[in-house]
């Protein structure tokens, strides 16, 4: 049974005082002349003094109880944190001054097929920061879905386009949240230069101008090898692999700065991308 809000509930049942025991809400609601439950008889006054006694008077209250004043609740973990916003190109240091990368607040988003190595090095590159940085991995952003993952590797089609751009949105929300709190960042993607709408230019809405893209383009041989080491739904066909390579060619003639990995482990890697970040930062690409 369910009850008006607000109103009585009947006493739980006990032998002898079933439902028909003449339970009513009025007859358990103290009135306004009415003792409340838990409530004994009224006080009676006190007797008259017997005649040739004084009176006593009647000893003074006690005094009221001090309450201690109240204490500020407890603000532990309210933080107040600025709101991101689209990053501005980073200010070119003077032409007598190097840039230092690492110790400048930087968004970064490299750029690469499938194999390229584009997490090894950004994770790396965020490590042996001296300023803190996190690293956002569109992949990983996009295996958030669990139950209906649209997998590009089944096709491309609306449905895993739309959680493309949807990973895509939420990682630069992230990186501008972050870059707002003086967190550097480093995104990766597997962004084609055939598809500026769908890729560069989705990142650059989502970021910022500020957002320094470089692209990673080892040779195809490498590519495969790096490839057949993986697992799970991030392994191509080789077929895909050389696909993918193929379209990324691209990106030569763009204007973007590409770094040929292919003799290079990640932290020699590591060290061309600060070159080409302080060159970057000294003349913008335009894109």
């Known amino acids: 049974m369910q009850h008006a809000v607000g109103s009585p509930l009947p006493p739980p049942h006990q032998p002898g005082h ?3 025991a003449g339970w009513s809400p009025a007859a358990h609601q103290p009135g306004p002349h009415q003792a409340g439950p838990h409530q004994g008889p009224a006080p009676v006054p006190p007797p008259p003094p017997a005649p ?3 009176q006593v008077p009647p000893s003074p209250a006690p005094p009221a109880p001090q309450h201690a004043p109240a204490q500020p609740p ?53 490590d042996h920061r001296r300023v803190p940085t996190a690293h956002i991995s569109l992949d990983d952003v996009r295996e958030w879905v669990r139950s209906g993952f649209a997998d590009p590797q089944s096709g491309w089609n609306d449905n895993s386009e739309a959680q493309y751009r949807l990973a895509r949105r939420t990682c630069g929300f ?12 480093i995104l990766d993607d597997a962004v084609f230069p055939d598809r500026p709408v769908v890729g560069l230019g989705g ?16 040779g195809l041989e490498v590519v495969l090898e790096r490839n057949a080491e993986r697992a799970g739904n991030r392994r191509l066909t080789d077929e895909e692999v050389a696909r993918i390579h193929g379209r990324m060619a691209g990106w ?31 003349s913008p690409p335009n894109w």
């Not at 992230?174 to 960042?185: E, K, M, Q, T, W």
Request: charged letters at 10%; a neutral charge; glycine letters at 12%.
């Open 252 to 282: 030569y003639g763009s204007g973007l700065p590409i770094i040929d990995n292919s003799q290079l482990d990640v932290p020699q890697t590591a060290r061309v991308l600060d070159d080409v970040l302080a060159r970057s930062i000294a």
């Open 18 to 20: 079933g439902p028909a």
């Open 174 to 185: 992230a990186a501008r949240n972050f870059l707002a709190n003086g967190i550097s960042c």
């Open 52 to 54: 040739g006694y004084p």
């Open 74 to 126: 407890d603000t532990t973990g309210h933080v107040p944190l600025p709101p991101g916003g689209p990053v501005a190109m980073p200010s070119a240091p003077p032409a007598t001054t190097a840039p230092d990368t690492t110790a400048t607040t930087l968004a970064v988003l490299l750029i690469g097929p499938a194999g390229a190595g584009k997490t090894s090095v950004a994770k790396y590159w965020a």
């Open 203 to 218: 990142w650059k809405r989502h970021v910022g101008p500020g957002l320094l893209p470089v692209v990673l383009l080892p």
